[in-house]
């Protein structure tokens, strides 16, 4: 309040809702975004929290440890990440980033993700041959198996109701955990579950570096 009586041209928050308990937080992000439109303040505004920059931000800078990893509009933030850094930071729960061995033969290239044997389309991989490109899958892209031609089986080891979605931690046999939603109730701990993966919704990103390589096909 005090800064917009000084009638600012460049306002800086800088995080200005840390100590908020989660309702006023809420509220005030959506106030806060209401008056900087209407006195149409340029807004410079420093968080640690995802949902604060998604929320309020036209655009958002990712910075980790120093080195400047995106600029871009938050729904990009989400379907195009530049790194590993922000695609495990936006989205919740987190991405999966998971270890895949890639090889090329007479042409084709085949990428073990999670078990599966699966065909690669582009050329853009074909220099990880021999060695191992990191596969990102959004825990929404983790779906109950049917028809999927790639699947996985789980072991639920913990479940987080949050209303509209359950948020699922499960453990695929020779795998570190993974992370799934699923519609209310979800499933329950120590139960197993057949999953399907969708190979054209996976992120592909250069291990030694973290950059992507892929985004998933349009």
């Known amino acids: 309040a005090r800064a917009f009586v000084a009638r600012p041209t460049v306002l800086l928050l800088d995080e200005h809702m840390a100590i908020m308990d989660p309702d ?24 640690a929290d995802h949902h604060d920059a998604m929320v309020m931000a036209d655009r958002i800078a990712v910075l980790h440890d120093g080195q400047l990893h995106q600029v871009a509009p938050p729904r990009d933030l989400i379907d195009r990440p530049a790194t590993t850094t922000v695609a495990a930071f936006f989205g919740e729960p ?20 999670l078990g599966n044997d699966i065909r690669a389309w582009s050329p853009l991989l074909d220099g990880y041959a021999g060695a191992e490109v990191t596969v990102g899958i959004r825990p929404t892209d983790l779906v109950p198996a049917t028809t999927q031609r790639h699947t996985i089986e789980a072991v639920v080891e913990a479940g987080a109701p949050h209303g509209h979605r359950t948020d699922v931690r499960v453990r695929a046999p020779g795998h570190g955990p993974l992370n799934l ?10 139960e ?19 950059m992507a390589v892929l985004h998933p096909m349009a």
Do not use: C, K, Y
């Not at 006023?24 to 900087?36: A, H, P």
């Not at 998971?98 to 084709?108: I, K, N």
């Not at 939603?181 to 120590?190: M, N, V, W």
């Open 192 to 210: 197993v579950v057949r999953l399907g993966l969708l190979p054209d919704r996976f992120h592909w990103f250069d291990p030694p570096t973290g």
């Open 181 to 190: 939603t699923t519609e209310p109730p979800g499933p329950r701990r120590g």
């Open 94 to 113: 987190a991405m999966n980033l998971v270890a895949a061995p890639v090889r090329v033969r007479d042409g084709e290239r085949r990428v073990d993700v």
């Open 24 to 47: 006023l937080r809420r509220r005030m992000r959506s106030d806060i975004v209401e008056i900087q439109r209407r006195h149409r303040v340029t807004t410079i505004l420093v968080t």
